[in-house]
């Protein structure tokens, strides 16, 4: 086979343009998605369900599923994947999201949040590693799957992978298995907490505990309400600041025991891991608290917070890449679904403990 | 000249920007409207 080397100067354009054609894809999707819930807000739909039951995160994620499956039929997806930023979009929503919370409320919340991602993330990792051990997955996958399911999907399975030296296609493969799932739950988990009546506090708990990616957990919160899409945030935010000392521990306990090093790796991991976005999200809550944020730009920037995750679903829906999870056999697959199902029961429980007994939030 | 910036920073940054343009009333809720 012969390669034509393409010089870096047109490839840089290239990618230039592929970002932009990206970009304007996902644009144009969520205003597909915003489209269709204006339609189906009003309608009562088949079985009783009403139509404002199926919120903007649904029809955003279907819309990204759909083009995702087109765009890789049409051979175009790789050329404007750059644009698919779900990360992006979902952090600028969570920091605009801020704008609209008392500092009050983040702090009420963030005690019984510290205490139950204390909990879940403990049960949840060892839990995983126990089972994925049983299982005969390697060190490294186990480590990836475990901080994936424990703290927040995609981010924190990067920042694992990191740590202990992952090969591409353990991130690749545990970030397909963490948005399959999170994806069917951010529409199962709201419809549950409907069935068991849960207050919204405790819903927002159990959804930030449970959900295995922190644009589900937003999409899940926003479905049922808008105090639990804010308790849903703050308890899944509190849990993606334990990212660092997770990867710390990981980069420890791969260099001393697996390798057996001599060299510790630095604390700075800490900081280094640590999700920045969230000191925004601190800001805007201080800025609201303190009156800066009058009532007419607190409207406009709640409607640019609603575009923001509307952006960040679609994209969720675009990256999904399933072809990854054929590649590594059932074992894996295995092992994440009987975690999921272990974390879900367990957040259910520590959450209507924590929300509904021990630190009870009162918005 | 090839600047990277840290993705948690950026999306600081972008968000901010929107802020001050909603608090100064550039963007308005009519024209942002979801």
């Known amino acids: 086979m012969t390669t034509a080397k393409v010089p870096a100067k047109a490839q840089s354009s290239n990618n230039l343009v592929g970002f932009l054609v990206g970009l304007a894809v996902v644009v144009v999707l969520a205003f597909v998605a915003r489209w269709l819930k204006i339609q189906v807000y009003g309608a009562n739909l088949p079985l009783g369900i009403p139509g404002k039951a199926l919120e903007y995160p649904l029809w955003a994620a279907l819309v990204g599923l759909i083009v995702?499956?087109?765009l890789k039929t049409v051979n175009v997806y790789d050329f404007m994947k750059?644009?698919?930023r779900t990360e992006l979009f979902l952090k600028v929503g969570l920091v605009l999201l801020g704008a609209g919370i008392s500092f009050k409320v983040i702090v009420t919340a963030a005690a019984g949040a510290i205490v139950q991602a204390l909990i879940m993330v403990t049960a949840v990792y060892f839990f995983c590693?126990?089972?994925s051990?049983?299982?005969?997955?390697?060190d490294t996958l186990r480590a990836v799957m475990s901080t994936a399911i424990s703290i927040c999907g995609v981010s924190a399975a990067i920042a694992a992978a990191g740590s202990v030296l992952a090969k591409k296609e353990e991130i690749t493969y545990v970030t397909a298995l963490v948005i399959?799932?999170?994806?069917p739950l951010m529409v199962i988990a709201p419809l549950l907490a409907g069935l068991m009546g849960l207050p919204e506090p405790i819903a927002g708990a159990w959804f930030g505990g449970n959900v295995d990616t922190t644009a589900a957990v937003v999409g899940a919160g926003t479905i049922y309400g808008k105090t639990a899409q804010q308790?849903?945030?703050i308890v899944k935010q509190t849990q993606n600041a334990l990212i660092g000392v997770v990867a710390f521990l990981l980069a420890l306990y791969f260099s001393v025991v697996v390798e057996g090093k001599k060299e510790r790796p630095s604390a700075a991991v800490i900081?280094?891991?640590?999700?920045?976005?969230v000191l925004g999200f601190i800001v805007t809550s201080l800025l609201f608290t303190f009156g800066l944020i009058a009532k007419d730009p607190g409207a406009a920037i709640a409607a640019m917070k609603d575009w923001a995750f509307c952006l960040a679903f679609v994209c969720m829906g675009l990256e999904l890449s399933a072809g990854q999870i054929k590649k590594m056999?059932?074992?894996?697959?295995i092992v994440y679904l009987i975690v999921t199902v272990f974390n879900t029961i367990l957040a259910l429980i520590v959450s209507y403990l924590i929300f509904g007994w021990l630190f009870p939030a009162k918005l | 000249m090839n600047v990277k910036i840290n993705e948690d920073w950026l999306a600081v940054i972008i968000a901010f920007a929107l802020l001050i343009l909603a608090v100064v009333g550039v963007i308005t809720p009519a024209w942002m409207m979801f």
Do not use: D, E, H, M
Not at chain 1, 180 to 183: E, G, I, S, W
Not at chain 1, 271 to 277: A, G, H, L
Not at chain 1, 329 to 333: E, L, M, V
């Open chain 1, 329 to 333: 056999g059932w074992n894996p697959i």
């Open chain 1, 231 to 233: 308790i849903a945030s």
């Open chain 1, 82 to 84: 750059s644009g698919f």
């Open chain 1, 271 to 277: 900081w280094q891991r640590f999700p920045k976005f």
């Open chain 1, 180 to 183: 399959v799932t999170a994806l």
């Open chain 1, 68 to 70: 995702n499956y087109i």
């Open chain 1, 133 to 138: 051990g049983k299982f005969g997955l390697p």
């Open chain 1, 129 to 131: 590693w126990w089972l």
